[in-house]
């Protein structure tokens, strides 16, 4: 929905979403263009409606952009530009949070930053990153593409990397993911979650020992005494402060963070999309 102020990034499983996904002409941010853009609507975890359109980008798709998602200059040159495809798409979102895999770090900023340069607007919809909840609740994976996750459940991959065959990809593993997000798994599995924003919570080393610190940090700033029983039953529950220790504590905050990227990748819009 057309707002001032964008929507947040939620930690949880929700019944009612749209999944949607971008191939673009590369993966900066700041420099490239969407030249396609697909979204399934999920409504009482049931897909109800799909949305799927090829975009003019208005300049050349690079050979190494249409080699990942085979789209050509030719399949776009006849296709309508992004402003009124955005709206369309706003439109067929509604108030619906948004679910995607590495959309805080992709995705969504080419939507923000589009939807401000046609519309001077942005929009209010909550989104829920599939890559992030991955990476919290699935440690043992060692990757955590979209490929990854369902070769791992078994879903069929055919035709990844084209925007809507990665969205219906998405939503699958989307359902499967809430299981790993149940009360008995996270005990299971030794997994605290943040009981302000849901994000998985992390053993830091501050100047008075280890503690749990959210993993929304600096958003979210939440932290927990470590205590015998809170102690994961498995998983590398000695890795995380064995590491901080071997940073100084920041003078700002007092702790240090780890590194949640995959394989020192940044973070970050303008690194490596993880889909
Ligand atoms: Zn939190």
New binding site residues.
Partial sequence: MFSNAPGKSL?EYVKDYVVFDLETTGISCSFDEVIEISAVKVVNETVVDEFSTLVNPGRHIPEEASDVNGITDDMVKNAPGFKPVLKEFVDFVGELPLVGHNINSFDMKFIYRDLNKFFGMTISNDYIDTLKISRAYLKELKHHRLVDLASYYGIDTTGAHRALNDCRMNQKIFFCLSGEMTEEKKNEKGII???????V?VQRTGVYGPFYG????P????TKNIKATDTPKTGKKSDCAGKSSAKKPSATSGFTFEDDSDGGLPWMCNGVRVK
């Fill in positions: 930690n979650t943040c009981p302000k924003c849901g994000s919570m959210c993993s929304g940090y958003v979210c700033k939440f």
